[in-house]
């Protein structure tokens, strides 16, 4: 039957030759591709001495932001997580008391928000569906780990440390993200 890439070979059972029988010629053959091949531009980079650039669209560990009294952003409306099509995100919310206003800048925070990022797909819906401008992919990368519990990033992983702001908003105005 006629294959429909064109690329399919017949496969021929003719014996082997004499020079085939000793291999040499087809070792030497592929020693000389190998030999050739270590002049030639390297495609591969020697991470992590060498990093590529990300592109200017990359999307990349999630941070819930803080305003700028240091406050949490995130309401715990739950939007984000009915919008990841992953189901990767869980949260518990609670009522804000009184001499709280200086930690969460809405009457509703989350208590416990959990992301787990290997369901994550970092296709950055949750970013989209926040009304409150709590949470943002950057262009940090999630560091490997040997447990997979480990990779439930809790809110000690997420939330932005006042010392270690993380601006996103030159990636959002011009693909760009910076960290300060
Ligand atoms: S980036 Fe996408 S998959 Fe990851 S938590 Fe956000 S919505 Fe879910
Ligand atoms: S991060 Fe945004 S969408 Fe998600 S619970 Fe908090 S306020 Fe709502």
């Given at each position: 039957m006629q294959s429909l890439s064109n690329r399919s070979?017949?496969?021929s059972d003719k014996p082997m030759t004499f020079?085939?029988?000793?291999?040499?010629?087809?070792?030497?053959?592929?020693?000389w591709i190998t030999f050739t091949h270590l002049f030639r531009k390297h495609n591969t980079l020697?991470?992590?001495?060498?990093t590529?650039?990300?592109a200017p669209v990359y999307r990349g560990m999630h941070v819930l932001k803080r305003d700028e009294q240091g406050?949490?952003?995130?309401?715990?409306?739950?939007l984000c997580a009915v919008a990841c099509p992953?189901?990767?995100?869980?949260m518990v919310a609670n009522e804000r008391e009184q001499g709280e206003e200086h930690l969460y800048?809405?009457?509703?925070?989350a208590e416990i928000y959990e992301i787990n990022m290997l369901r994550c797909i970092f296709c950055g819906l949750c970013e989209e569906a926040c009304p409150k401008e709590a949470i943002f992919l950057t262009?940090?990368?999630?560091?490997t780990e040997y447990e997979r519990a480990d990779f439930i990033y809790g809110k000690d992983k997420l939330v932005e440390s006042m010392d270690y702001r993380i601006d996103i908003t030159d990636r959002q105005s011009t693909g760009k993200r910076t960290e300060k």
């Amino acid at each position: 039957m006629q294959s429909l890439s064109n690329r399919s070979k017949v496969v021929s059972d003719k014996p082997m030759t004499f020079m085939e029988k000793l291999y040499l010629p087809a070792i030497l053959g592929g020693m000389w591709i190998t030999f050739t091949h270590l002049f030639r531009k390297h495609n591969t980079l020697k991470y992590p001495e060498q990093t590529k650039a990300f592109a200017p669209v990359y999307r990349g560990m999630h941070v819930l932001k803080r305003d700028e009294q240091g406050r949490e952003n995130c309401t715990a409306c739950g939007l984000c997580a009915v919008a990841c099509p992953a189901e990767a995100i869980t949260m518990v919310a609670n009522e804000r008391e009184q001499g709280e206003e200086h930690l969460y800048r809405e009457e509703k925070y989350a208590e416990i928000y959990e992301i787990n990022m290997l369901r994550c797909i970092f296709c950055g819906l949750c970013e989209e569906a926040c009304p409150k401008e709590a949470i943002f992919l950057t262009d940090r990368l999630v560091p490997t780990e040997y447990e997979r519990a480990d990779f439930i990033y809790g809110k000690d992983k997420l939330v932005e440390s006042m010392d270690y702001r993380i601006d996103i908003t030159d990636r959002q105005s011009t693909g760009k993200r910076t960290e300060k």
